[in-house]
């Protein structure tokens, strides 16, 4: 039951994240800045080349969360939650940051392509003073599952 709150509360400061930033190209409001990038696959494809490129990188996924129903009318959305070691050692540094931790990864339909997007780590390093080395290699491991995504076989 304790699981069934946590993915829940995760999943409404989610959506609250990202419906205050917006979904836009520029990914950017109020200082909060998404990296957002194209993917040349469908969402089914995109998602399954994700997870791929995760187990690739020895990243888990605590979580896979479809957030549009496939019978609704709107496009298509998952979001993942990941399992990064150096997440949980920014959580334990900040208690701040775990409204923004664990790191995310979320996919949507764009048409007959998809996009993905997280929240920069620098970013949170930045705003919440966390240590600037953790976050970096969070953001190389996520620059490196997004590159095996988008890559063309």
């Known amino acids: 039951m304790a699981n069934k709150v946590y993915i829940l509360i995760i999943i409404l400061l989610t959506a609250g994240i990202f419906a205050y930033i917006g979904w836009g190209e520029s990914g ?14 469908t969402i089914q494809q995109s998602l399954e080349r994700a997870k791929n490129a995760l187990e690739a990188q020895n990243i888990p996924v605590t979580a896979e969360i479809a957030i549009a129903d496939t019978d609704s009318n709107l496009p298509k959305a998952y979001l993942l939650l990941l399992n990064l070691p150096e997440a949980g ?19 949507w339909e764009d048409g007959p392509q998809s996009k993905l997007a997280f929240i ?12 600037p080395q953790k976050t970096e290699t969070i953001q190389l491991k996520l620059n490196k599952v997004t590159e095996d995504i988008i890559k063309q076989d």
Do not use: C, V
């Open 120 to 131: 920069k780590p620098e970013l949170l390093a930045k705003h919440y003073n966390l240590d």
């Open 28 to 41: 950017s409001r109020q200082g909060i800045e998404l990296q957002i990038t194209p993917s040349p696959y």
């Open 89 to 107: 050692e920014l959580i334990a540094q900040n208690i701040e940051t775990a409204g923004m931790l664990p790191i995310k990864i979320i996919l």
